[in-house]
């Protein structure tokens, strides 16, 4: 078999894969960046969760889609911006809107929340969302996939934040990873260096800790200071 042959053999298998009707609706509901557990996307299919396992399998072959472990669950995402791409493009061929996701979490908790020792929530996602663009963090070379380390802007900047990178590194831990946020189905950022940004944004007083529950509240100061340093408006 010649290579445009084997071009048009793995077009047409990505095309079978998401041409069957359950596997479409379960790929378009990851297209709002949103992971979802086999549970969710069996829902949104109208299939049994063994038929739902057959497709996310399937697609997974295809590598249409990737799955996330957290905990007990297993979270399901799109593989690549490159899909999304496709997907999109399918859409306006087709003429179709798709539904936004709408978490169930008490807004108190969704806002922002601890999440073990780092920062949770729209404002952890909208953290590390930031600091990813402003390139002070990035994928090592070899690294697990969602691992990162600090780039050299990026030790310019949280140094200037009071961040102690030599401390940080020593602990006996994960220094950084993106860690899928259970209410936004979004990365924050976990690890040492997660730790490190919630101690930050307590003693710099963007955040206060409430009593009692895992709630942050986010000060009128911190709002400030955060549009100030990082351009991110909370």
């Known amino acids: 078999m010649d290579v445009e042959s084997n071009a048009d053999l793995g077009v047409a298998k990505i095309a079978a894969a998401i041409g069957e009707l359950a596997r479409a609706r379960m790929l378009y509901s990851l297209v709002d960046g949103h992971a979802r557990t086999a549970t969710e996307l069996a829902a949104v299919a109208e299939v049994s ?8 399998g399937r697609l997974k072959n295809e590598h249409l889609v990737k799955v996330v472990v957290q905990g007990k669950r297993r979270y399901y995402s799109l593989k690549s911006n ?3 791409d496709a997907l999109e493009a399918l859409s306006v061929l087709a003429g179709s809107a798709r539904d936004k996701f709408v978490p169930n979490t008490p ?11 780092h920062i949770a ?3 952890g996602v909208e953290l590390h969302d930031r600091l990813k663009t402003l390139g002070w963090f990035a994928p090592p070379p070899n690294g697990p996939e969602d691992a990162y380390d600090v780039t050299r802007k990026g030790m310019q900047g949280l140094t200037a934040l009071g961040f102690d990178l030599d401390a940080t590194r020593q602990l006996r831990r994960r220094f950084a ?9 979004r990365s924050h950022l976990g690890g040492a260096l997660g730790a490190a940004l919630l101690d930050v944004a ?19 100061f911190g709002r400030r200071d955060m549009l100030a340093r990082l351009g991110l408006q909370v």
Request: charged share 25%.
């Open 49 to 56: 969760a063994s038929t739902a396992s057959v497709h996310l």
């Open 82 to 84: 490159e899909v999304a």
């Open 107 to 117: 807004s108190y908790l969704r806002a922002a929340r601890t999440c073990y020792d």
């Open 121 to 123: 929530g729209a404002l």
């Open 177 to 185: 990873f993106a860690c899928l946020d259970w209410s936004e189905r």
């Open 202 to 220: 307590l003693k710099r007083k963007w955040v206060m800790q409430d009593a009692g529950n895992r709630a942050l509240s986010i000060t009128r």
